[in-house]
């Protein structure tokens, strides 16, 4: 097998409408909406630098400003923070490369591998990550890393896979599946939102990808999919049989924070497990549900 390129670089798409969200999303970016209380886009943040992520790529549009405002410095917070013998840590974590993050504009939102798309200069001839922040991915380690794991003994591409419901398939991709090796499947097919009862597998692709840079070449001569969207799904399929690929089961709990009940799931979850306001919370909770 040709030698594995190691993974350093990240693209968060985050130039959707959210129109799911709306009126949230009307002048807030949907990736700025919390969870208890720091942003999803800060969640997935961090499990890429837990991951060993070097480089941060956001493909951003307009109405996006918050989204940068957050990773840049906020003089009077920090100077506030500071006199009380507190930081902001995660975010000195990708500010410690003057210049980092990169921003790169998606000035129409014509979907998802067009977004990706958008990010081809600044990838290079290099493997990335991409990481959807709307997926709040909870597991230990998280999910980028444990997929690293897969892809440091497999090479290619590696995607993030969740058994999902018979009657939710025609909501994703859905992964064809070859030989199975514990929660590694290799991936023999990929097909965007199946109709319903038309799916390989139950094997449903989420948010987060370890993409090989031949995907650019893919999609830059792609028609739009389902949707009228430019699909990723669709450019990834292409390079089946080309590289390798799989997908790696989550050992983990996804929350698809796209969606309403999601997002309420993600912030009740999330505040149980915390130390300072689980139990407040756990009681209210079942309180309410007597
Ligand atoms: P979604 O399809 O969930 O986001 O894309 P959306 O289009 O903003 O949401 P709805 O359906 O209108 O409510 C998943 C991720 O891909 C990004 C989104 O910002 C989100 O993080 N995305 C999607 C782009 O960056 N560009 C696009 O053209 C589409």
């Not at 390079?239 to 924070?257: E, L, N, W």
Request: hydrophobic share 40%; net charge negative.
């Amino acid at each position: 097998m040709p030698s594995i390129k190691p993974l350093r670089k990240a693209v968060f798409p985050v130039a959707g409408l959210g129109t799911r969200f709306l009126p949230a999303t009307k002048s807030m970016p949907k990736e700025m909406l919390t969870v208890v209380d720091k942003p999803l886009i800060q969640y997935a943040v961090e499990e890429a630098l837990e991951a060993g992520i070097e480089q941060i790529i956001f493909v951003t549009g307009r109405g996006k400003g918050a989204l940068e405002d957050h990773f840049d410095i906020s003089y009077e917070l920090e100077a506030t923070m500071t006199a009380r013998g507190k930081s902001l840590a995660v975010i000195e974590g990708i500010r410690q490369r003057p210049g980092s993050p990169v921003y790169v504009r998606q000035q129409e939102p014509l979907g998802l591998g067009h977004a990706v798309w958008c990010a081809r200069d600044i990838v290079g001839d290099e493997p990335f990550a991409v990481l959807l922040p709307d997926d709040l991915m909870v597991g230990r380690p998280g999910c980028l890393k444990q997929m690293v794991g897969a892809y440091q003994k497999v090479g290619g591409n590696v995607i993030s896979a969740e058994e999902v419901p018979d009657d939710q398939t025609h909501r994703y991709g859905i992964i064809t599946p070859g030989a199975r090796d514990g929660r590694l499947t290799e991936v023999a097919g990929l097909v965007e939102k199946p109709a319903p009862g038309t799916a390989p597998s139950n094997l449903s692709v989420i948010g987060r990808y370890i993409l090989q840079p031949e995907v650019m070449r893919v999609l830059e001569g792609q028609a739009a999919g389902a949707g009228g969207e430019i699909q990723l799904t669709d450019a990834m399929a292409q390079m089946i049989g080309d590289q390798p690929f799989h997908g790696v089961t989550f050992d983990g709990v996804r929350y698809d924070c796209g969606d309403k009940a999601g997002f309420v799931q993600a912030n009740i979850a999330v505040a149980l497990e915390r130390e300072d306001i689980g139990p407040a919370v756990r009681s209210f909770a079942t309180g309410l549900l007597r």
